[in-house]
């Protein structure tokens, strides 16, 4: 039995993987959505980057999870590929959903060179916090009014030290078996630091055409990739 560990992007908890777990538990696999330290239900919680790395290495070992799929969404990619090698012979796969990859001494915001000051201004304006997403922010997404509405009025707003935290890896990224899920909307081409990564023989793309939240676009869908790539029937 496969054991899907869910982890959503900023500002989401557990919650934001509902639609998507139906059909990975109907397929006869574990499901375990899991809330990041500082958000959701676990909002209050004091959190840097490496609080989220080990909060899914935590969950992986308190549930005694072997065979284990690992997947992150968004900004969740960067603890998740750090938890990713922490976990040993645990792991069976990791899925990047449309997301950041971890790189050693780098941070979330190292990845947006021309975004960093804006969003480390807007992380200082919200007193620690990078401010929850308004609807303006989910357009052009292919999300409906009321997909936007679940997404935003779920959202609560992202600690901000795991965002400027840099990450540790203690070995290649590319030795993971991981599969990097792009969702064209969003933008139609991976970054390139994924593109490197996807030259190596343990990586593969897929492509979703809907926008940076598949979990509520298209769960159904996103759900057959979860299940193929850890190697199973829809």
Do not use: N
């Amino acid at each position: 039995m496969t054991q899907f560990v869910l982890v959503a992007g900023a500002w989401l908890g557990s919650w934001a993987w509902r639609d998507v777990e139906p059909d990975l538990r109907a397929a006869g696999h574990g499901v375990h959505p899991l809330t990041l330290s500082g958000l959701a239900d676990k909002r209050g919680v004091a959190a840097g980057q490496q609080t989220h790395v080990q909060d899914i290495v935590d969950e992986v070992e308190r549930l005694g999870l072997r065979e284990v799929v690992l997947v992150g969404h968004s900004y969740s990619g960067i603890p998740v590929g750090q938890a990713a090698e922490r976990i040993g012979d645990r792991l069976a796969h990791v899925v990047f959903v449309d997301s950041s990859v971890p790189a050693d001494g780098e941070s979330f915001v190292s990845g947006w060179p021309d975004g960093r000051a804006g969003v480390e201004a807007a992380i200082a304006a919200g007193g620690g916090f990078w401010p929850s997403p308004t609807p303006a922010d989910c357009e052009g997404q292919g999300l409906t009014e009321e997909q936007i509405a679940r997404f935003v009025g779920g959202s609560t707003p992202h600690p901000g030290a795991t965002l400027t935290d840099t990450a540790v890896l203690a070995r290649p990224l590319s030795l993971l078996p991981a599969t990097y899920v792009k969702c064209l909307l969003d933008w139609p081409e991976p970054g390139p630091e994924v593109a490197e990564l996807l030259t190596g023989e343990r990586w593969r793309l897929v492509t979703m055409d809907t926008g940076h939240w598949p979990m509520f676009s298209q769960p159904r869908e996103l759900a057959r990739i979860l299940l193929d790539a850890a190697g199973t029937d829809a």
